[in-house]
């Protein structure tokens, strides 16, 4: 439990495990695929998967690089669901059906019989909103499918989430889905809301510890646990050190992690970490629900239900009458606004739930319906291979931080693992390629935008760019204090002296009128002009989604109009350019 299951958020496993060619070409009615780069978007799609189910409508969920491509003509009705990362870019995971879709060669009509919707996650922060599944929608019109339900875009920084847009567009979907595709002719395993349901799957004592992964591999869960995949590497971490004052209210640390060979890797990519639930957070719910007998045992895992439901389960399990009341209330649609203000608000996590809700008992076969796996957590890398041969280094910044709702500190899952881990540790970490990518010709100056842990990107391009010889580089770095929590200032200081690097920084807490780094780029109007419409610059921004990155390209927009005469018009389609030379990137999160 403490390295498969979390235990302060909510998932579903894919809802037919793994899908063979022949099972896909035998019963196909609805298609679910999506395309996802955290998880969000499998979650979405799984429990469209579910509503699917209740409606006794025979469904597949596969994430979109599994599915087999030669095999889409063929399909009736597809379901989409994908995200956006950085400034408009599909997921990985969606890369080879889009390339595919995009082939030139393709006839007008190629998807005419098929009908298709597109729900589509991201982060209204981005100019480029949602543009995944925006693009994917027009795509899929020009081959001539049929949009069953209008796209629905999905935004992280609204008040409830992407619910407040997923619940409306499901609202007009199932009832559209119900109209045109017939029931199954096949019973699907759901139940009366009164029965309690089967369980995901069943755990069978078993003293092959090896087993556990063979039952998590036939539930199609091993690309969720990562459990046998390829491509990680072992690690060991060498230093685990606070980069900010000891009394300052956040806690940031540069992690050095060091291999015994040689690896490859580029300024931009993602080191991908595997964390564990805390072993106090384990033996309490061991002990809440009387699983002490099994703590130590190992089990073979076996698919019952693949139509479990979700947040009703507990329902079940609770024996308290104003328990289950509430619990009832909670999984309501009248009761949504509730649910919304005692779990999201407050980030409150699943034990807190168990603490509040005594009755609770949860039988050890539904931990998969109640506990979601623990998703790995990626992380910017934040130094060059060619400065640090066979290490990598981040900057992370530890999550813990007080609720005005709730006593105990909120803390994250990965990140509190991360704070204790003691140098010497033994990691198996993954790697994985960025969005960001430098320029290929070193005498293109480079402009960088990084507040706070946004700048762990950007280091990694400035030791790269300096060990290659470039020294065109500018950096405006976004802090609090100079004294408290400027991310290596002395690597900055010392490359300043070098004259490889022209660093900016905003410490916005240091005087009495607030200075970000939109305000210094607006100072240095004519350099930003100069740098980027005379000498083809590059822009990286990196960090909070919040306002910043808003705010720096009207400013750098408002920059050509002042510097250059030209009009509103001409420079924003200068910036939009840009963007489609590869000249800016944005890698931003919620």
Not at 30 to 57: F, K, N, P
Not at 344 to 367: A, H, Q
Not at 538 to 561: D, H, L, W
């Amino acid at each position: 439990m403490q390295g498969i299951v979390e235990t302060s958020d909510t998932t579903a496993s894919n809802l037919n495990g793994t899908t063979t060619h022949e099972e896909l070409e035998d019963d196909r009615g609805i298609l679910i695929l999506y395309g996802s780069e955290t998880g969000t978007a499998q979650d979405v799609a799984e429990r469209i998967g579910r509503e699917c189910l209740g409606l006794q409508l025979h469904c597949r969920v596969i994430s979109m690089d599994i599915y087999p491509l030669d095999l889409l003509i063929d399909e009736s009705l597809v379901i989409f669901v994908c995200s956006t990362t950085g400034n408009g870019t599909e997921p990985r995971s969606m890369s080879s059906l889009w390339q595919t879709l995009l082939r030139s060669d393709l006839p007008a009509d190629l998807l005419d019989e098929i009908q298709f919707a597109v729900f589509g996650l991201g982060d209204s922060g981005y100019e480029r909103f949602n543009w995944a599944a925006k693009k994917l929608q027009r795509r899929l019109l020009v081959l001539g499918g049929s949009e069953l339900v209008k796209r629905g875009d999905g935004d992280e920084q609204d008040y409830y989430g992407i619910e407040s847009a997923l619940d409306p567009w499901l609202s007009k979907l199932l009832p559209t889905l119900k109209g045109v595709v017939p029931s199954s002719s096949k019973p699907l395993p759901t139940q009366p809301y009164s029965t309690t349901p089967l369980s995901r799957v069943r755990l069978i004592p078993d003293t092959e510890v090896d087993t556990l992964t063979e039952g998590v591999k036939s539930m199609g869960l091993d690309t969720i646990l990562e459990v046998g995949t390829s491509g990680h590497i072992s690690v060991t971490l060498s230093q685990n050190e606070r980069i900010t004052r000891n009394d300052w209210f956040q806690d940031v640390r540069h992690i050095e992690l060091e291999t015994d060979h040689d690896m490859h890797y580029e300024p931009g990519d993602v080191a991908v970490l595997y964390p564990s639930n805390d072993p106090d957070d384990v033996d309490w719910l061991i002990s809440r629900m009387n699983w002490a007998s099994a703590a130590d045992q190992s089990f073979t895992v076996t698919l019952n239900n693949p139509g479990a439901p979700s947040t009703s389960t507990v329902i079940h399990f609770a024996s308290d009458e104003r328990e289950i009341e509430k619990l009832v209330e909670f999984c309501s649609k009248e009761g949504q606004e509730d649910l919304h203000a005692y779990t999201t608000r407050p980030r409150r996590t699943i034990l807190e739930v168990l603490s509040d809700f005594k009755s609770v008992m949860i039988p050890l076969d539904y931990i998969v319906d109640v506990f979601p796996p623990i998703r790995p957590r990626s992380f910017s890398i934040a130094s060059s291979v060619k400065a640090h041969p066979r290490q990598i280094q981040l900057c992370v910044a530890i999550v813990r931080y007080k609720s005005l709702l709730l006593k105990a500190p909120r803390k994250g899952l990965c990140t509190a693992w991360l704070s204790k881990l003691k140098p010497g540790t033994r990691l198996r970490i993954g790697l994985e390629k960025g969005m960001m990518r430098l320029p290929e010709d070193r005498s293109k100056p480079v402009i960088m935008i990084g507040p706070g842990t946004g700048v762990a990107p950007l280091r990694a391009m400035v030791e790269e760019r300096v060990r290659d010889g470039a020294n065109d580089n500018t950096l405006y770095f976004g802090c609090r204090s100079a004294a408290a929590d400027c991310h290596y200032h002395e690597d900055w200081k010392a490359l300043e002296e070098k004259g490889a690097l022209r660093c900016r920084i905003a410490a916005s807490r240091d005087q009495d009128r607030k200075i970000y780094v939109q305000n210094l780029l607006e100072d240095d109007s004519a350099i930003i002009s100069d740098l980027l419409a005379r000498k083809g610059g590059f822009v990286y921004i990196c960090g909070s989604s919040n306002q910043m990155p808003k705010a720096v390209r009207r400013t750098i927009t408002e920059s050509f109009a002042n510097q250059d005469g030209w009009d509103e018009e001409r420079a924003t389609k200068y910036v939009q350019l840009m963007e489609d030379e590869g000249r800016w990137s944005e890698e931003c999160w919620s």
